[in-house]
């Protein structure tokens, strides 16, 4: 079966899906969470709707899994004053309260959270794609990550109580709430990503505004009552619409003091003007990423094409940390993308739910799309692809699985610029030794958040 043929049967029916995973009748969200409680919003709504089709006597058609309040710039900024409000300048019930406290309303959350683990991983399935398995693997990982972030805040506190003596002050350093914080979190890891920074900013003292990612909003819902019941009124309020909308006003409100954001770089440096007060706003953020795989002459292949086979491709390359470029020496090009594309042509693509799928929808409309131009540049520019059928795109699919190849370090491909997140990624062969590009990766940009250096061994 042809690459194209294989992709318009990738979509099933209704009848075909197993009922524990159909995604149910669509789900009209109009609560969101302020000052303790769930407040309705009767205004607009934004649809949500899944990468995946299904069949019909009409033929392929997107499944509208319900929709979410599309919050106005006075909604967002009543759940802000709320949090200002639960703060009250570090003299808040939360802020006052002691660590033990806290971690106690944390490990209420958590309980509250593990019920829901069935509704959220189907979630993650159908809004942005994820297959069950890594989806099931994110829900338990969060919760093993705020368990984590308990443990860790005893000991910090432990070591917190002692005195320390220091060219002769006696001193205890205690570590204090910073303030109001703005979590926004990422649409590939919509919850693992969000709570690594929401987590700590609650644990700490701090009272926050959440506002869930654009793909993986409605994953959100089945948490709601768990945040209202587990902490004070203002502690945690959660906020949904356009962040245009929504977070410019919070931004230029000059309330947030603390601003946490996993996203692109021009998104951050976008929010962070329209503080007032940028020089005392904190921020945590975590931003684009070219990360390069280096490939040494002296390397098991085997093993090395299993290593860049999962950096790149692990939820379909939509991840920061994804190896988004690869320099292969010279010696050894050739037969590394033979394995490599062999490898490649084994991953099963398909629906979230089937086992042992690898490859499934993306979420992001018209990210194929894009993703196929990148490819035609490249090509244009002197690359070729080497995997057979690779750049087939169709609605949601594709390009499946696209290697690029370029003889030359050169970098004038916007592939091999760009931090993009999805199915094509770009190989190059430097002519000379691999030091320089190792030091200094041509075509990563900017951005660089970590590279894989695959040898047998360094002496």
């Not at 899944?50 to 900024?77: C, F, N, R, W």
């Not at 309260?97 to 593990?114: C, D, K, N, S």
């Not at 409309?365 to 692809?385: I, S, W």
Request: charged letters at 25%; hydrophobic letters at 40%.
């Amino acid at each position: 079966m042809s690459t194209e043929s294989r992709l318009h049967t990738l979509f099933p029916a209704a009848a075909d899906i197993p009922e524990q995973y159909r995604p149910g009748a669509p789900l009209e969200q109009r609560d969101y969470l302020v000052d303790g409680e769930l407040r309705r919003w009767d205004g607009p709504l934004a649809a949500v709707r899944s990468p995946i089709h299904l069949k019909t006597a009409k033929g392929d058609e997107q499944v509208v899994l319900g929709s979410t309040p599309l919050l106005d710039a006075g909604a967002a900024l009543s759940a802000l004053d709320a949090a200002v409000r639960a703060y009250d300048n570090g003299q808040g019930l939360w802020p006052s309260l002691p660590v033990a406290g806290r971690i106690q309303h944390v490990e209420t959350f958590l309980a509250r959270m593990r019920e829901q683990r069935e509704a959220v991983v189907k979630l993650l399935m159908w809004e942005i794609g994820k297959n069950l398995k890594d989806a099931e693997k994110e829900f338990d990982r969060t919760c093993d990550y705020i368990v984590d972030t308990i443990h860790e805040l005893k000991e910090l506190d432990r070591r917190s109580s002692r005195f320390e003596l220091e060219q002769g002050t006696l001193g205890q350093i205690r570590r204090v709430p910073l303030g109001v914080a703005l979590c926004m979190g990422p649409y590939n890891y919509p919850l693992n990503e969000t709570f690594t920074t929401l987590i700590p900013a609650l644990i700490m003292g701090n009272t926050v505004v959440f506002k869930p990612a654009k793909f993986g909003v409605l994953l959100i819902r089945p948490l709601l009552e768990a945040f209202r019941d587990s902490f004070p009124a203002g502690v945690i309020n959660v906020i949904y619409g356009r962040g245009r909308e929504t977070v410019s006003a919070l931004m230029e409100s000059g309330k947030v003091d603390v601003f946490a954001f996993i996203g692109t770089n021009k998104g951050a440096s976008d929010l962070k003007k329209l503080h007032p007060r940028p020089h005392r706003l904190r921020a945590a953020l975590g931003l684009d990423a070219k990360n390069p795989g280096i490939v040494l002459p002296e390397v098991d292949l085997d093993n090395a094409v299993g290593e860049a086979i999962t950096g790149a491709l692990s939820f379909n390359g939509q991840r920061c940390t994804a190896l988004k470029i690869l320099f292969v020496h010279e010696q050894v090009v050739d037969a590394f993308l033979e394995k490599f594309n062999q490898k490649l042509a084994a991953l099963k693509p398909g629906m979230p739910w089937e086992p042992g799928v690898a490859l499934t929808p993306l979420p992001e409309p018209g990210k194929t799309n894009f993703l196929a131009t990148l490819v035609a540049d490249a090509r244009a520019k002197g690359a070729k692809v080497v995997n057979p059928g690779g750049g087939e795109v169709r609605d949601h699919l594709g390009p499946v699985n696209t290697t690029l190849r370029e003889p030359r370090c050169c970098g004038k491909w916007r592939q091999a610029r760009r931090g993009t997140q999805g199915m094509a990624f770009p190989c190059q062969v430097p002519q000379r030794r691999m030091a320089p590009f190792a030091a200094q990766p041509a075509g990563t940009g900017p951005f660089l958040r970590g590279a894989s250096l695959l040898v047998v061994r360094l002496e």
